[in-house]
């Protein structure tokens, strides 16, 4: 079984921002699973769904923390459902990547992301599979917190439903198969 963790802040306020990118994604990802979100939040910390993605069992999970303590979550489901660092899979958002750009990444340390960072302090490993989603710079060096919370544009939202989200499911693909 993978856990494929999304990576936002809950609430409305938070719903389209950039910094939401991972939670849309899996938002994605669970609908196109045939899925459905269930609230995990006593035990979790978070919302689960249950899958196959690319004919892999899957767990999806939305933590409830906000992003600063999105460890928690994560370990609590890794340790309910004994699931490796190694079969999990955490999208986020990432400025230092275009918009609209996907990379993948096995382990490694944090990168100045707080949610990715919260999630190797608390499960004590970072031997975690990473989707980076871009959503670019600040333009005009505007402050890049104020940037990450700011909505994403019509075009935005679009790339992340249509072009990002294919770039997922081949980077799943390749860590599927590269597991077999």
């Not at 856990?3 to 994604?25: C, D, Q, S, W």
């Not at 999105?70 to 958002?93: M, Y």
Request: hydrophobic content about 35%; proline content about 4%; overall charge neutral.
């Amino acid at each position: 079984m993978k856990l494929i963790v999304g990576l936002g802040n809950p609430g409305p306020k938070y719903k389209e921002t950039r910094h939401n990118a991972g939670f849309l994604m899996v938002d994605l990802l669970v609908a196109n699973s045939g899925a459905s979100w269930e609230s995990g939040q006593a035990k979790f910390n978070g919302d689960i769904a249950k899958g196959i993605v690319l004919g892999q069992a899957c767990v999806f999970l939305k933590p409830m923390t906000f992003m600063n303590l999105s460890g928690r979550s994560v370990g609590a489901v890794q340790r309910f459902f004994k699931i490796n660092p190694e079969d999990t899979i955490v999208c986020f958002d990432d400025v230092d990547l275009p918009s609209g750009k996907v990379r993948a990444r096995e382990g490694g340390g944090h990168g100045g992301h707080n949610g990715v960072r919260s999630i190797i302090e608390e499960t004590g490993n970072n031997n975690f599979h990473r989707l980076k989603l871009g959503v670019g710079r600040p333009p005009d060096n505007r402050d890049t917190a104020d940037w990450v919370l700011s909505e994403l544009s019509d075009t935005e939202l679009k790339a992340l439903g249509e072009e990002m989200r294919s770039e997922v499911e081949l980077r799943l693909k390749q860590i599927f198969d590269k597991q077999k």
